[in-house]
T-cell receptor
């Protein structure tokens, strides 16, 4: 079983819809949770960064972490065609001196105009 | 400030050959991490370097190796290529190790195809 599970999709939604992307994980030591966006033929770009449980909002994006359920979510409001990309969740415990991230396999999102 | 650069962007090799990929981190960043991205496995951690020393290694065979130079640039090498090594190889740079902040930036990757 993978440490981080993510539905690969693809997920297709109409423009303006609310999108919900999710990951589950098994390692309770994870404390830092990230969402990356990756466009085709590009490297991952950091979207949201959250420490421990709770919510964080940045414009149209909201990240939620529920450590008790080992479940994290990314919500995209008023989705735009430019949001079409692969969304990757990533996490780390930073327990040692390392930048190693554990990634989900990514969810491919298509926002239809 | 220039981002992370990786060269070459695309490579085609045949089985049994070896390949060297290069990563130049953001100016001032001293840590470089490498990841392999495939459709089935997603991003998997290969290794990370800080101050020219390998600090952490993922679960990959010894055919995968790397190094970091005094200017923080890093190279990774894959010897005796196999078809399964076809992937996007990404590097990420950060000012240091374990900073617990959102300071890790990825390059565009090198697309390796093994025939």
């Amino acid at each position: 079983q993978k440490e981080v599970e993510q539905d690969p999709g693809p997920l297709s939604v109409p423009e303006g819809a609310i999108v919900s992307l999710n990951c589950t994980y098994s390692n309770s030591a994870f404390q830092y949770f990230m969402w990356y966006r990756q466009y085709s033929r590009k490297g991952p770009e950091l979207l949201m960064y959250t420490y421990s449980s709770g919510n964080k909002e940045d414009g149209r994006f909201t990240a939620q972490v529920d450590k008790s359920s080992k479940y994290i979510s990314l919500f995209i409001r008023d989705s735009q065609p430019s949001d079409s990309a692969t969304y990757l969740c990533a996490m780390n415990d930073y327990g040692g001196a390392t930048n190693k991230l554990i990634f989900g396999t990514g969810t491919l999102l298509a926002v239809q105009p | 400030k220039a981002g992370v650069t990786q060269t070459p962007r695309y490579l085609i090799k045949t089985r049994g050959q070896q390949v060297t990929l290069s990563c130049s981190p953001i100016s001032g960043h001293r840590s470089v991490s490498w990841y392999q991205q495939t459709p089935g496995q997603g991003l998997q951690f290969l290794f990370e370097y800080f101050s020219e020393t390998q600090r952490n290694k993922g679960n990959f065979p010894g055919r995968f190796s790397g190094r970091q130079f005094s200017n923080s640039r890093s190279e990774m090498n894959v010897s005796t290529l196999e078809l399964g090594d076809s992937a996007l190889y990404l590097c990420a740079s950060s000012p240091g190790l374990g900073l617990r902040t959102d300071t890790q930036y990825f390059g565009p990757g090198t697309r390796l195809t093994v025939l």
